[in-house]
């Protein structure tokens, strides 16, 4: 029966993007016992999310390719264990070079093996109807990682160190992630291979048209998306990665911040569900719209929490900016499947990726080096606004079907 194996397929996604995601984002826990240590300038320790998102960006195509290849599953085994092997080499660092290299480049090539490309394309092989769905629930993972490792890492930190608890959580993953992707990351029978050749409507992907990356970049609908993913990480990537050193700022107790990081994780979940259920049924640019209201509004909260230091400001923040966290991912992953769907999704959609590097290469970077300079996050708020209506703009000028 094939709907169990769907649904393990979806379970699989969901529990491998809440590992990888939930470490990548909990960075912002460590920052600061990071910068106290060290006494590193924030801008000079939050370098090193940005290094991981350029060496994303790099490497989306290539996983990409690698999908094609050889695909989903092998990839995202190999993802898990240079990300596991990442955060066991992080607890050893003892100069920001090491953190570059260790956070920077390995941590971010084992996110790519555990990232919206070969999770992507492995839903696109199982569903060729209600994508929106599929993709919202699966990847509403990231958010309960995000809900989970926040706090957690944060718990380990006060009780063992943040060495410790680095290690335990880069064990932790490889311990969760190798049986379960193992076991239920497969690709579907294709139909001819089945017993007299016969499949009954819906049950397996039906043909696409023969995209490649070529014909691909020469669609206004490309690049459109490519300008989304461009835009978005600029939009959150300076407010996540600073928003517990901001807290902490205003005066809140470490474990409170980590708390609302938690939670805006766990409103992450409905969000992403959400907004892939209302990209099937409403169209993925006005799903994207509404998600991006939830972002600029939480940045908002955050900006009036620099005069009026309330915990209902940061409470707002979690439950506006949680919603729209990760949600333009399942959006633009159904948009991509639909319009250049085909043998080489994995390399188009690597290649779409790419936007989301270069943003959020600029991003964490940019907000510690706001803070060193002006003493505040009020710009960071700001932009993110900015280019939360910018990323809207990009959605609506991606057409429903390519030409």
């Known amino acids: 029966m094939l709907f169990p194996r769907r649904a393990t397929i979806i379970l699989v996604v969901w529990v491998a993007l809440a590992v990888g995601n939930g470490l ?15 006494h590193w300038s924030r801008g000079l320790t939050a370098g090193a999310q940005s290094i991981s998102t350029i060496v994303q960006g790099l490497l989306a195509p290539v996983a990409g390719i690698l999908v094609d290849r050889f695909g989903p599953r092998r990839v995202i085994l190999t993802g898990a264990a240079l990300l596991s092997g990442a955060s066991l080499l992080g607890a050893t660092i003892h100069s920001a070079w090491e953190l570059y290299l260790y956070t920077g480049a390995l941590g971010a090539a084992g996110l790519v093996g555990l990232g919206p490309v070969p999770m992507g394309v492995l839903i696109s092989r199982w569903f060729s109807e209600r994508r929106g769905r599929a993709v919202g629930v699966a990847f509403s993972g990231m958010g309960f990682g995000v809900f ?12 063992a160190g943040w060495r ?12 969760v992630l190798a049986p379960i992707v193992w076991i239920g990351a497969r690709d579907p029978v294709p ?46 990537f300076p407010v996540t990665t600073h928003q517990v050193a901001f807290a902490i700022d205003r005066g809140f107790e470490p474990m409170l911040a980590a708390s609302v990081f938690g939670v805006m ?16 049924r409403f169209g993925g640019p006005l799903a994207a719209t509404v998600s991006y209201g939830c972002t600029a509004g939480g940045s908002l909260a955050l ?49 779409l990726s790419l936007g989301n590097g270069f943003g ?26 900015v280019f939360c209506a910018l990323g809207s703009t990009c959605f609506w000028l991606a057409p429903r079907r390519a030409p």
């Open 265 to 280: 994780g766990l409103m992450s979940i409905l969000g992403r569900a959400g907004f892939g259920l209302a990209a099937d």
């Open 24 to 38: 990548y984002f909990s960075f912002s826990v460590f920052l600061v016992p990071l910068v106290d240590e060290f």
């Open 164 to 175: 410790v608890a680095s290690a335990v959580l880069g064990l932790g993953a490889l311990g």
């Open 148 to 159: 989970v490792m926040g706090p957690l890492a944060q718990w380990l930190i006060a009780v």
């Open 360 to 385: 959020g290469a600029i991003g964490p970077w940019f907000g510690g080096f706001v803070h060193d300079v002006m003493g505040s996050y009020r710009l960071v708020f700001l932009a993110s606004v």
């Open 191 to 236: 139909a001819s291979a089945r017993a007299g050749g016969s499949s009954r409507a819906g049950e397996l992907p039906a043909p696409a048209p023969d995209w490649t990356l070529k014909r691909a970049v020469a669609t206004r609908t490309f690049w459109a998306l490519w300008l989304a993913n461009m835009c978005t990480p600029l939009a959150v």
């Open 303 to 351: 900006l009036a929490l620099e005069s009026d230091q309330r915990a209902g400001w940061l409470v707002a923040y979690a439950l506006l900016f949680g919603l729209g966290f990760g949600a333009r991912g399942p959006i633009i992953t159904v948009m991509a499947s639909d319009l250049f769907g085909g043998r080489r999704l994995g390399v188009i959609y690597g290649a």
